[in-house]
């Protein structure tokens, strides 16, 4: 009898430890789940916050149009890799080009920053980021106003590494290159007419 008093109560007590234990890895786990979801939050927030949007060129001249309070027109986009361009114009500014990041796995877009340019010939912009994996990685724009046709061709003579292009359009340009390896921004534009003439 008290043998079977004993087996019941060491059954009973095993079962409350059980459910207590149950009861310690429910909590642990909600705990968890909170944290991520709190985390993900955030992600979201950074990623879909001021200063981020969509990829389309809708969304980006919406963005511009809001962010500037001005009503703007989109020129050109160009992309490649992480980074975006956009010519655009604006009646009080005339010829702008704004440049974006990739944010969320390229579904959200984030503004770096923008500069005007004049009504003819070509500008040269850009940015580097030292370190980090693969080394340094230099973020080049060529852009401009080419529709009069008087630039054929142009290099940028202090990249590094081949950074050029011939029989340009008479139409906006908008060129993106990505340097590995450069420890500086190019500075230096040469820009060519059709006889191979370099141009002022």
Known sequence: MNSNKKAKARREAEAKKTA???RILTTGVGIGMLFVGLWAGLTLQAA?????????????????????????????????????????????????????????????????????????????AGSWNEGGFGGSKCEITVYGDNRGGEVNAYA????????????????????????DGATEMPRTLAQYDDSGRELE
């Not at 009646?91 to 704004?98: Q, V």
């Not at 969320?104 to 500069?115: I, T």
């Open 20 to 22: 207590q234990t149950k």
């Open 48 to 124: 879909f916050g001021t200063g981020t949007c969509g990829g389309s060129d809708e969304a980006l001249e919406r963005y511009l149009e809001k962010s500037q309070d001005r009503a703007v027109t989109v020129l050109k986009t160009a992309q490649e890799g992480r980074v975006k361009a956009v010519l655009y114009e604006r009646e009080d500014l005339g010829g702008c080009i704004a440049l974006f990041q990739k944010r969320l796995f390229g579904l959200r877009w984030a503004y770096d920053g923008m500069d005007t340019f004049s009504d003819s010939g070509l500008h040269l």
């Open 156 to 179: 940028v003579t202090d990249a590094g590494e081949t950074v050029a292009r011939e029989d340009l359009e008479s139409d906006y340009i908008l060129d993106i290159y990505l340097l």
